[in-house]
């Protein structure tokens, strides 16, 4: 069997937490074929990795590299810290889909919201798009150099529908319908799942609540339901206390998806909350729900 590349004599860190081993690693079609010591040379690139290490590549799963992907499509500096696969969209901040007349709007509430440049973004986004399929096809266009995984995002579709109302009051009904009409469209196009946040960290230019935050309990089952008309999509929400995971439950249940759950942090103010999260999270998911508490190490 003729492989594409055999990489040779690396310490390979595998991931699992063992301590690295010397070995050689075979690669063909895109996937790892083999891993063991001395394997035959038997490959139309082989690359002498004596000395090194080599692991498998970084999912980073927490990123708001939206607009950066349409300019930079290395999305440094990912690729040099060893990350192959991005989720992108994360909290709802996506920057599609996205009006002409919105533009304007999205890239300063990104400024506050995510604390990015106004001038970058305004030089730099590329809006070749409006809808969502449209903007997974610029993406695809540029040939990024890291795997994107895409959420589709609340703000942006309750502001595609709402408008100006999006940061002012909940949504009717028929507005909710035509909502998750946008989320099948960008789940049918593409989109890995929905992401929303209801964390009142999370405001706009102005100190305006971000359009997520205004959304009903309705509105997020409804949302959610759509995103799972074809069997799929996972379910981010970066919560504030007026979503307890009991809630998350529930939609989970109803909606028979993942919810991936962030951000859970430590709060000097009440420093048990996280671990009743957590808590909540593993009696879930052992009544065989699927609920994931996203942590990160903080100082």
């Known amino acids: 069997m003729t492989d594409d590349l055999l990489i040779r004599g690396a310490a390979l860190y595998d991931g699992s937490g063992s301590d690295p081993f010397v070995a050689d690693v075979a690669v063909k079609g895109g996937r790892i074929r083999a891993i063991g010591a001395s394997l035959p040379v038997d490959a139309a690139e082989v690359v002498d990795a004596g000395g090194l290490a080599l692991m498998p590549g970084i999912i980073d799963s927490h990123t708001h590299f939206d607009a950066q992907v349409t300019w930079d499509p290395y999305v440094r500096p990912s690729p040099a810290l060893g990350v192959t696969t991005a989720a992108i969209g994360n909290c709802g901040f996506t920057i599609a889909p996205c009006r002409p007349a919105d533009r304007e709007r999205t890239m300063r509430n990104l400024t506050q919201v995510e604390g990015m440049s106004l001038d ?22 540029s040939r990024s150099a890291v ?28 507005e909710i319908e035509r909502m998750a009409a946008v989320i099948r469209e960008a789940m049918d196009a593409g989109a890995v799942g929905f992401a929303s946040s209801t964390s009142p ?21 409804a949302l959610i339901q759509a995103m799972a008309h074809r069997g799929s999509g996972v379910y981010m929400v970066t919560k504030g206390g007026q979503m307890p995971v009991a809630l998350l439950e529930e939609m989970a249940a109803r909606a028979g998806r993942p919810v991936m759950i962030a951000a859970l942090l ?11 999260d957590l808590d909540a999270i593993s009696a879930a998911n052992a009544r065989g729900r699927k609920l994931i508490g996203r942590c990160r190490a903080a100082r």
């Open 147 to 174: 795997n994107l995984a895409c959420y589709v995002g609340h703000s942006s579709v309750r502001t595609w529908v709402m408008g100006d109302a999006a940061v002012q009051r909940e949504a009717t009904p028929d």
């Open 201 to 221: 960290a999370h405001n706009g230019e102005g100190g305006i609540p971000m359009p997520s935050r205004l959304a009903s309990d309705e509105e997020h089952l």
């Open 266 to 276: 430590h709060n000097g103010t009440n420093p048990g909350a996280v671990f009743a």
């Open 120 to 141: 970058v973004l305004r030089q730099g986004i590329r809006w070749e798009f409006e809808t969502f399929a449209e903007y997974l096809a610029q993406l695809r266009r």
